[in-house]
């Protein structure tokens, strides 16, 4: 008798409640227990974070850091289910409502982790979760507020910044989602869309809701240190006996493969698969006898780390150029022993990577498949975007879309320009046309240097840094005033007779700012051009733009996610050819979107051309704020610099209004005299334009009825996976003006019944 008054005392203090841990004993403080009440189990129906909270309050403490629910516990099965359909107004027990009697079974017990919290001190967001959803550890499953972390947008720098915000340093940090945990279907996924400029939490955007699945759960490593170092992978070697493998999955960078080989005590090499293969493979194998292997590459272990391992010698960091001759200022940029591709890559992506190299400035960039040696490396890097000329404030992805056409080639300088100083070189600029006319409004750039000898010189511009505001300087100058008028040509035979005539005198003219005029600029008097780069401008006649956007242009849906392709009227106006996706980007995809009557868009994957039809169209550039657009004829011969479209490169877009936008479709409904309501819908959604089916079946708690303003109780949704039925009853007779039942889905009205019709 005294074990049992004992026994109901503790009860007493805890509200019923205890969590308990996988041998029954029972566990305090931040540890994941079984939660249990009055010694049975809890049930998930309804069950969320305002709940977790009240049940950790009742039990003494501050509050859950998180929550999840499965059948881990052998024992589990012996425990009766006490408690279901636990829902609280607030995070106090008081305010909650629940069943003692349940429809549930052991899988959906709930686990819980309760923790004692200092005055003002926030759950923490973000936790690293084991397989058995323990915490502590430096790598695992990742978690925020609870829940798990989808992996759209997520890259390097947001795995860094979390791994920061977890208190960890971020240089080891890397992520995948390609692990698969029994445990992650016991989650909500609580985050999507992280989007990060650099490895600071407070510089990071992300979305609460998603559209996401666990198949995109995020893993994160936050390792702190490596026990081994490695050999550079070496190319085309790969070939190991079967019986090495310790294991295999796709992982998203090279990087990546040798932390997973470095967690691993047996791994002696890291071997990575072609990279042709749709999905790059990781080997990890316990031998270092790894042979010859065409297209694969292996990187191999050791015991001790040498200073300068896994870097550039030269540079001490990831970068390096390889030039094929020792006199070449241009190098083949590499990142991590693999190219770099130019999707995104900008003159200030150039000048950050000078810059972390150790030189100065960028002289120029320029991409394409220019060695036979290329296809020998792994592409490493892509989609590099800077918001300044500072490594630490750009971003990457490790995966990539690309062809070795699109490797970066870079010139860096240490040397010292010169600037635009009154008093010591003079620079004149003017305009020479076809006919050689001075002073004409449109053709060859030419410039005149009075150096501070005496000595004057006159000769043709190079494009390298000439920008939009180096174009705005040199027309204002030259007396042209109306900025709309300004822009560059693409010459012709005619104009490229003159530059026969002339040698190039000027490079690297850069304008920080137009309004500065040629106080704001710098230049260089040597350069490492061709003629193909002299500058060709247009001072005083609008460059064409296409007036009639909608009559040209239609965007064709391609599949049932919502991708649209881009295509253009032939010059016979009688069909239509394909666009080309160079050049083409978020913002023109969003100023088209707009012609075309939607709220916003982005661009999607490009896609491939349709047999029987040809690209018209390349560099189609949409101006966001003016609507305008412009585009150039796809040259007709294979000579064209510019004819580098493949079959595959057919651009695309996404057009929405909102940025995440539910889709319902109403299969039926009815109500009968009784006034009994049964409504079938098919939910999905759409999240930038592209088609969801429902992932998690919680989001049909968006779903309400209401009558007289009032919500009802006693719906009953029953379905999966996006297909529902709404049933139940007005019970009572509801006293108000508008005599109509009403049925939403996330706030939006989906059907109303007035009493007026038994059907619809």
Not at 27 to 51: I, Q, S
Not at 560 to 570: A, P, Q, Y
């Amino acid at each position: 008798e005294e074990e049992e008054e004992e026994e109901e005392e503790e009860e007493e203090e805890g509200g019923g409640f205890r969590l308990l841990g996988e041998s029954g004993e029972e566990v305090e403080g931040a540890t994941r227990g079984l939660l249990t009440y009055k010694g049975g189990t809890v049930c998930d129906d309804e069950f969320g974070d305002v709940e977790a909270d009240a049940i950790c309050r009742e039990m003494g403490y501050s509050g859950s850091a998180d929550w999840s629910y499965g059948r881990y516990y052998d024992y589990q099965d012996e425990l009766d289910i006490k408690l279901d359909n636990i829902d609280c107004g607030e995070a106090d027990w008081s305010t909650c409502t629940y069943l003692d009697n349940h429809n549930c079974g052991h899988s959906e017990d709930v686990f819980l982790t309760c923790v004692h919290q200092d005055a003002g001190e926030e759950r923490a967001m973000f936790s690293i979760v084991d397989e058995r959803g323990d915490g502590g550890g430096e790598a695992g499953l990742l978690l925020y507020k609870g829940g798990t972390v989808c992996d759209d947008n997520l890259d390097q720098n947001a795995a860094a910044a979390i791994c920061r915000e977890l208190g960890y340093e971020a240089r080891l940090s890397s992520w995948t989602s390609d692990d698969s945990w029994e445990i992650q279907d016991s989650y909500s996924i609580t985050l999507d869309d992280v989007r990060c400029v650099d490895t600071a939490w407070s510089n990071c955007t992300f979305s609460e809701s998603h559209n996401c699945g666990h198949y995109e759960d995020v893993f994160l490593s936050c390792r702190q240190e490596a026990a081994y170092c490695y050999t550079e992978y070496e190319p085309d070697t790969g070939m190991f006996p079967d019986s090495a493998i310790i294991a295999q999955r796709t992982l998203m960078s090279e990087e990546a493969c040798k932390e997973w080989c470095d967690e691993q005590d047996n791994c002696l090499a890291a071997v990575l698969s072609p990279s042709y293969w749709a999905h790059r493979e990781c080997f990890l194998v316990s031998t270092l006898q790894v042979t010859a292997r065409d297209g694969w590459s292996a990187a191999l272990r050791s015991s001790s780390c040498q200073e300068g391992d896994g870097t550039s010698e030269e540079t001490g960091n990831l970068f390096e150029l390889v030039r094929d001759d020792e006199d070449s200022d241009q190098g083949l940029l590499l990142y991590n022993g693999g190219t770099v591709c130019d999707d995104r890559f900008t003159d200030l992506a150039a000048e950050a990577v000078c810059r972390e190299l150790g030189y100065t400035e960028a002289v120029e960039w320029r991409s394409g498949q220019l060695w036979d040696s290329q296809s020998e490396y792994n592409i490493a890097l892509d989609e590099v975007s800077c918001v300044s000329a500072d490594w630490e404030d750009c971003s990457f992805e490790t995966e990539n879309d690309c062809t070795h056409r699109e490797d970066v080639f870079l010139s860096c300088t240490s040397d010292e320009i010169g600037e635009m100083v009154e008093g010591e070189t003079t620079l004149e600029f003017e305009i020479r046309n076809q006919d050689s006319e001075v002073g004409a409004a449109s053709g060859l750039l030419v410039a005149t240097i009075t150096k501070p000898s005496g000595e004057v010189v006159t000769g043709t511009v190079c494009d390298d840094y000439f920008s939009e505001n180096s174009l705005s300087v040199v027309c204002r100058q030259l007396g042209f005033e109306v900025a709309e008028n300004f822009g560059f040509l693409e010459p012709d035979e005619s104009h490229r007779e003159l530059e026969n005539e002339l040698d190039i005198v000027l490079d690297n003219f850069d304008c920080s700012s137009a309004a500065a005029g040629t106080a704001g600029c710098t230049y260089s008097l040597e350069h490492d051009c061709t003629r193909e780069e002299n500058v060709f401008i247009n001072c005083g006649a609008a460059a064409d733009s296409i007036t009639n956007v909608t009559g040209l242009f239609k965007l064709s849906p391609r599949d049932s996610r919502g991708v649209l392709v881009i295509e253009k009227l032939t010059d016979d106006m009688e069909s239509y050819g394909g666009v080309c996706d160079d050049g083409f980007t978020d913002d023109t995809a969003a100023a088209l979107c707009a012609h075309f009557g939607w709220g916003a868009g982005r661009k999607g994957p490009s896609q491939l051309l349709r047999n029987g039809t040809s690209f018209v169209s390349t560099n189609l550039r949409c101006d966001t704020p003016t609507g305008q657009c412009q585009d150039d004829t796809y040259p007709t011969s294979s000579n064209s610099s510019a004819y580098m479209c493949e079959p595959q490169e057919l651009a695309a877009v996404y057009c929405f209004n909102e940025t995440m936008d539910y889709r319902v479709e109403l299969l039926r409904g009815t109500v009968n005299n009784a006034k009994q309501f049964s409504v079938s819908i098919v939910m999905s959604y759409f999240k930038e334009g592209e088609l969801f089916g429902l992932h998690h079946d919680r989001d049909r708690r968006g779903i309400a009825v209401t009558a007289c303003g009032t919500t009802l109780a006693g719906v009953r949704i029953s379905g999966t996976g996006g297909r529902y039925v709404i049933a139940g009853r007005l019970l009572a007779p509801r006293v108000c003006a508008d005599q109509c039942i009403r049925f939403t889905v996330h706030g939006r009205s989906l059907y109303t019944h007035c009493f007026q019709t038994e059907e619809y």
